[in-house]
């Protein structure tokens, strides 16, 4: 783990140190193009603090070997792109219904299926929101550069415990790959779930405001029932009842909904008062970013948006930069955010920036802003 | 030593038993709980790690331990997490045949390679029970099953030897006629500092006994007939396949921990 | 804002070298840096090259389309670079593994970088070599700095070699651009 101090740093590598400096304690991993050097660092990093690491045998058993020990009370992480994130997803789900926190970075590539490995690609956006079955939400944050692969792992764990569910690093290759100076505080907040308190007995359900119920250990005498089935406060699973199944599953759905305020986080310059405001998110987002800045210095009135975490998306403030301005989506692929942002900016005020195998200059979309202004 | 009545107050959730009359699932929860009573375990050091099929159900929600009732075949994996995850834990896993073998089959020729201290307790019945009694890998060739209507074209596996081979340190099979040997290879199990695999021949009175006209009594009474202790018969060989002394992941990954300066605590 | 390419072919240490340009750059100068690596994904074979980009400005250009300053260390790569190399500001070639140049309009430097290697020790270190030169040639890049990165990125009993591998590659550019 590294000191305090500026480094040069590659973005896996930043987002390793991330999950040292929060507190990781397990990691289960499989190899995989452009995520790897998450693993690689982390094999050598992870066990001089005294955490776990293991490569597994394939990525559904990466995903579900961190679950498992999550429920030793370590906190846990799994890193991979593409194909091993869509692998992932079934135990996904079950990390979602079982209320396990944990952590899962997607080094996005670009696909579909094996695609082009070593090239950038956000194409997993709803895939990461919608890629196990059945209802949920999920949250899911976008680093854009190596200093935000530190900080937002750090935050990725301290969601996952506060919100005890599996959060998505949703980088992409842009920012695993490239270097860039990253500071390294000693001042890491960090955040732990919480525990039962004597005699709190219901580890999924509660009354509280935030619906997080304690979550115990194995090993504690609890003589827990965690299932991915529909199950009872205490974890009894109910197969049938209609009663199990709504309260379960909107419980779960709320947890992150009516807790937005605490988990949303973006970046905006000028949303509010600009004929155009450019939406990007991602290592796309720097040269958008850069865009926005030379136009406003040609005497442009160009805004900027960025989601910092992605999902629960911040559809209310998207809507409302929708109403008032034209939008420019700049993404890195076709489909990826893009259905988010339709839903919220009407379709006369929407033009789309998108981009496959590789970042932008930021003439390339500047050039593209003009057009559009 | 409890009597079965308190074996099953001490073990036993009262939920009403998911099984069909005459399965042979209650029967290796009532071995498991015996062993563990006669073993040194404290049942709060065990966690039941289990996936989707009937014998999941075993131990979910039965058992009254900590559960862990996961995806399907998935369960070695999981398992493996909450092993390395706490060393101190007694990690059980129950899985179906299609579950362990099927679907799961990597992790468990994983498991068995990493040698990593479980035991892995395949409740075999020959197919898939709880979706309606399907053709699975341990199917014998040309059975009728429900998916098999013309004969099982393919032939079985045999998942005990698989496993001895990709490297377990314990390996067995017994069948649930054999409640008391099997009482004890689960003690040796849990003594084993390492992969212990058990396979078990379960009778499933519902599907497999229906196909072949059979009860529940007639099915046991066909493995007392069809197994042999000794090993040179064409029978069915019951026993322990193998036991060897090598590695265990658990132990490998806490000591290389504290080389590197670490505390796994 | 300085844009440099450094390309070979893959194992020639161009990576490694774009990682000790940033790091000095960013660490050291203080300049807001951005470093891209780009080589084939499975196979550690073909064109490997190394993109860095600094600027005094925060930094949101992260790709380069037309470099400033190429350093290019073998043949084949200048051959498929010709396009580009007609644009550069400047070109630094390693003149043992790259003969044949072709004509530019920006400027030339060829630099025997692997023989100079060769003579020091070890051919390995013709990409540090390069980064001497290159630091001639810029007056926005600080040799000293250089020397204080590479003390740090090299296990000890490589410095020396590598010091001396700069302070060779920067004496052999006798103009500045
Ligand atoms: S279907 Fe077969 S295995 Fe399943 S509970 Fe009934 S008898 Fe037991």
Known sequence: MKEKGEYFMEGNIACAEGALKAGCGFYAGYPITPASEVMNHLSEELPKVGGRFIQMEDELGSMASIVGASWTGLKSMTAT?????????????????????????????????????TKPGTGDVMQARFGSQGDYELIALSPNSVQEMFDFTVRAFNLAERYRTPVVL??????????????????????????????????????REDHVPPMPNFGEGEELLVTGSTH????????????AQDNLVRRL?????????????????????SDLVVVSYGSMSRPARG??????????????????????????????IGENSKVLLAELSLRGYRMEVERSVPSENLHIFDRLNSLPTVDKIYDNIKEVL | MLKAKDIKEKYVRSHPSPFCPGCGGGMVLNSLSRAVEKSKLSKDEIVAVSGIGCAAWIP???????????????????????KLGNQDLEVMVVSGDGDCAGIGGNHLLHGARNNVDMNVFMINNGLYAMTGGQVAPTTEHDEETLTTPYGNPSSSFEAAEVVKAAGAGHVARWTTYHMNELIE?????????????????????????????????????WYKENTSKDQDTEKIYVGTLSKVDKPELTEQIYRQIKEAGGDPK | MIKIRIGGWAGQGTV???????????????????????????????????????????????????????????????????????????????????????????????????????????AKAANVVLLGSLARVSEKIDIDMLKKTVREEFPEKYTELNIEALEKGFEEVSDRE
């Not at chain 1, 079950?94 to 082009?116: D, F, H, I, K, L």
């Not at chain 1, 699973?237 to 209609?242: A, K, Q, V, Y």
């Not at chain 2, 849990?190 to 396979?199: A, H, L, P």
Request: aromatic share 6%.
């Open chain 3, 16 to 122: 490694r070298a774009g990682t000790i340009l940033g790091r000095s750059l960013s660490i050291e100068q203080g300049y807001h840096v951005v470093q891209q690596r780009s080589y084939s994904a499975a196979v550690r074979s073909g064109i490997a090259y190394s993109d860095v980009i600094a600027d005094k400005k925060e930094l949101d250009e992260l790709v380069i389309d037309t470099p400033n300053y190429l350093l290019v260390m073998y043949q084949n790569t200048l051959d498929e670079w010709e396009d580009t190399a007609k644009k550069v500001d400047v070109l630094i070639v390693d003149s043992s593994r790259v003969e044949n140049v072709p004509e530019i309009p920006g400027k030339i430097y060829e630099v025997p970088a692997g023989k100079i290697a060769e003579d020091i020790g070890t």
């Open chain 1, 291 to 320: 865009a926005v800045r030379k136009a406003r210095k040609e005497g442009h009135n160009v805004g900027f948006f960025r989601p910092k975490v992605i999902w629960p998306s911040p559809e209310k403030r998207l809507k409302k």
């Open chain 1, 170 to 207: 949703l980088a992409d290759a842009g920012v695993g790959h490239m270097r860039e100076k990253v500071k390294i505080r000693e001042d890491v907040k960090t955040v732990k779930r919480r525990r039962p308190e004597e005699g709190e007995r219901e580890f999924f359900d509660t009354d």
């Open chain 1, 253 to 273: 759905v709320d947890k992150i909904e009516d807790n937005r305020e605490d988990i949303e986080d973006w970046e905006e310059h000028h949303a509010e008062d």
């Open chain 1, 81 to 117: 792109s593409g194909p091993g994130f869509s692998l992932m997803q079934e135990n996904l789900g079950y990390a979602v219904m079982t209320e396990t926190p944990c952590v899962v970075v997607n080094v996005q590539r670009a696909g579909p299926s094996t695609g082009q490995a």
């Open chain 1, 232 to 243: 009872l406060g205490d974890g009894t699973r109910d197969t049938s009842s209609f009663e």
């Open chain 2, 185 to 221: 290879e689960v003690e040796k199990a849990i003594e084993t500092d390492g992969f212990s695999f058990i396979e078990i021949l379960t009778q499933c009175p519902t599907r497999t006994g229906k196909k072949k006209n059979m009860s529940g009594l007639e099915m046991l009474e």
């Open chain 2, 60 to 82: 979910s929600p039965h058992w009254r331990v900590d559960t862990l009732h996961t995806t399907h075949g998935r369960a070695i994996a999981f398992a493996t997490g909450v």
